[in-house]
């Protein structure tokens, strides 16, 4: 049974960091593309920041920046390192991966999802 766990949210002022972790287990992901979203209260899940199998990182608009994606595939864990956070960051930051290598920016195309972890922004 493959599993999604994030870890790492937390209540922070604005203008502090959190790094935010997503342990996969069940199967191996270091050949696939993975990703974070977020979702507000009341807005669609929206794209945060994917990297590829091999490293490249892709980010939104809104973070670029501000956020950095990693992945330790020896670790089947990928993060986010998320500096400057402002209170419109505030969201439920869910981790998702793809069963194939294409980064892609829609959640409806990553088929692995974990349970979020909440990230509040404090003004």
């Known amino acids: 049974q493959v599993r999604l766990v994030e870890s790492g949210g937390g209540l922070v002022q604005a203008g502090g960091s959190l790094r935010l972790s997503c342990a996969a287990s069940?199967?191996?992901?270091?050949?696939?593309?993975m990703a974070w979203f977020r979702q507000a209260p009341g807005k669609e899940r929206e794209f945060v920041a994917a990297i590829s199998w091999n490293g490249n990182t892709y980010y939104a608009d809104s973070v670029k920046g501000r956020f950095t994606i990693s992945r330790d595939n020896a670790k089947n864990t990928v993060y986010v390192q998320m500096n400057s956070l402002k209170p419109e960051d505030t969201a439920v930051y869910y981790c998702?991966?793809?069963?194939?290598?294409?980064?892609?920016?829609?959640?409806?195309?990553?088929?692995?999802w974990g349970q979020g972890t909440q990230v509040t922004v404090s003004s």
């Open positions: 069940g199967r191996t992901f270091s050949t696939n593309a």
């Open positions: 998702g991966a793809r069963s194939g290598r294409i980064v892609v920016v829609t959640a409806y195309e990553y088929d692995y």
